[in-house]
């Protein structure tokens, strides 16, 4: 049913002159706007390599792309203007991501359960 209402829309525009139509708004699930995204990918805010200030703005669904948690991260100055296109931003990023692994490692077995001792051996 959908894809019939989308098909008489798409004739109906068809039909009208590029002067009778006027976006006004949009409706509806846009995963480019309402689904989390790292900042250099937001279409609310778009980046730029050229205008940090502007980069710091960030929307509701935003991610830090280096640290990959929600904007701003604790080194949002810098991060938001981190983007996978540069290879100086590719590699902080992997090198963020050995130091958060080898962090994890840490925490990880500092709360591992001590070792347990084997049962006592029974004389016979």
Request: hydrophobic share 35%; aromatic share 0%; proline share 23%.
């Given at each position: 049913?959908?894809?019939r209402v989308a098909q008489a829309n798409c004739r109906a525009l068809e039909k009208m002159s590029g002067d009778d139509v006027e976006i006004v708004g949009e409706a509806g699930f846009n995963a480019l706007r309402?689904?989390?995204?790292?900042?250099?990918?937001c279409v609310t805010h778009p980046f730029s390599e050229s205008d940090e200030g502007a980069n710091a703005r960030f929307c509701a669904h935003c991610v830090c792309w280096v640290c990959e948690v929600p904007a701003p991260c604790s080194h949002w100055q810098s991060h938001s203007c981190a983007h996978d296109k540069s290879v100086n931003w590719i590699n902080t990023k992997r090198s963020w991501q050995?130091?958060?692994k080898a962090a994890n490692d840490v925490r990880a077995q500092a709360a591992a359960p001590p070792p347990q001792?084997?049962?006592?051996?029974?004389?016979?």
């Open positions: 049913l959908q894809a309402d689904a989390p995204h790292a900042r250099c990918h050995r130091r958060q001792p084997p049962p006592p051996v029974l004389a016979a």
